[in-house]
């Protein structure tokens, strides 16, 4: 029904952003990717100033695989609006899938400045800065993301294999330690202790 009424008002006003965003909304929650990104596109095409509609053209693409088009929507929705933190995070992951590291740590460093408890930028810094052999810097931004969800075991963990990394085993263990405190079960922090990699060096730490 809200799809005829959509289509009805399209028919009549061919770039009515508003309708062609709604309906990109209407066919992404019925999966249909394809056809939320040619809705999303219209929307931005008839209202390049659509920040919202660029930001969901964004997820659309990256969605299916169209990481350089995602890439160049989120960079629109960003020159609309410099403080759209999302806009940056999707974007530096984005950058770290097609490898372009230091342009993700700076997505990233900018989706904390714009929101400074952004749930997921301080992990996802983190990861770009140790591509880049910015270990120290890595250690920062997990510590940092965990101060704002201390039970996030993703980023301990990845904390974890940094200190160790830096030559900080005992801290690295107490990391490990500290997950599974909290989760016996967790594979990866068992992993890391037990692994013959590390065992050497581990057993006269523990």
């Known amino acids: 029904e809200a799809v005829v009424q959509l289509e009805r008002a399209l028919d009549v006003r061919p770039g009515y952003a508003e309708a062609l965003f709604q309906l990109g909304q209407i066919r ?11 809705a999303y596109e219209r929307a931005a095409q008839a209202h390049p100033r659509y920040r919202e509609a660029w930001f969901h053209l964004g997820l659309m693409q990256k ?10 929507s989120f960079a629109a929705a960003i020159d609309l609006d410099p403080l759209d933190a ?13 490898g372009q590291y230091e ?18 930028a301080g992990y996802a810094l983190g990861q770009a800065c140790m591509k880049l052999g910015r270990v120290h810097d890595a250690i920062d931004a997990y510590r940092e993301a965990l101060q704002r969800d201390p039970r996030d075991s993703r980023t301990r963990n990845a904390l974890g294999v940094a ?21 016996p079960r967790d594979s990866e922090a068992h992993y890391f202790l037990r692994s013959e990699e590390h065992t050497s060096e581990l057993q006269s730490r523990l």
Request: without cysteine.
């Open 103 to 120: 342009e993700a740590a700076v997505s990233h460093s900018q989706a904390l400045k714009a929101s400074p408890n952004h749930a997921y």
């Open 86 to 98: 999302e806009a940056y995070y999707y974007k530096g992951l984005i950058d770290y899938q097609r």
């Open 163 to 183: 200190l160790f990394q830096s030559g900080d085993l005992d801290d690295a263990i107490t990391e490990f330690e500290t997950i599974l405190a909290a989760n």
């Open 28 to 38: 992404e929650k019925q999966y249909r990717m394809e056809e939320a990104q040619a």
């Open 63 to 72: 969605t299916l695989g169209r990481l350089e088009a995602a890439q160049r």
